[in-house]
């Protein structure tokens, strides 16, 4: 019998050798649970699929970033502003830390993979540079140097119309 009034036994003591009455679940089958040896070496085709995923995650975001670039519009405003900002601000932070995710890029495809992602962050970069260019925010023009030239020497003067008598 059970220890405790609750719990039932399922084994059949009345027959020796019999490890249980129950019996088997179906698809259940004793030599089905050898050892197997596992390999340690890692599959290659899983790391570089895993390493072209952390890659290719920056262009992934690039839809998203031309959407909040349409909808931030040309006006100068304190949320178009903020948006370019972090849409400036994301991509020089993945550069900055991106020692730390090349160490998670391995395998032969390594080289190819560290390209797609500083590539896919200098485009962001560039994107955010070229709506900061577009509504006027960059001084690119002449005219937003006028401050640092150097005003013209005069060399001669002239008047004329009247003629002075003495």
């Known amino acids: ?9 399922f084994i059949d003591s009345t027959k020796p050798g019999n490890r249980s009455a129950v019996p088997s679940p179906v698809g259940y089958l004793e030599e089905s649970h050898t050892s197997h040896e596992e390999d340690d070496t890692p599959d290659t085709s899983l790391i570089a699929k895993q390493g072209w995923t952390i890659a290719l995650s920056p262009w992934k975001s690039l839809p998203m970033t031309l959407l909040v670039m349409f909808m931030a519009g040309n006006q100068i405003g304190v949320f178009p502003i903020m948006m370019i900002g972090m849409m400036a601000y994301r991509p020089l932070q993945a550069l900055w830390s991106s020692k730390d995710v090349f160490q998670q890029l391995k395998g032969d495809q390594a080289a190819l ?17 070229w ?3 577009t509504m006027g925010l960059l001084p690119t023009a002449q005219s937003d140097w006028v401050e640092f030239m150097q005003a013209r020497e005069v060399m001669e003067y002239s008047t004329g119309g009247i003629a002075l008598q003495t």
């Open 1 to 9: 019998m059970a220890k405790h009034r609750w719990a039932l036994s």
């Open 113 to 129: 993979q560290k390209v797609a992602y500083v590539g896919a962050n200098l485009v962001s970069l560039g994107l955010a540079g």
């Open 131 to 133: 709506k900061l260019h």
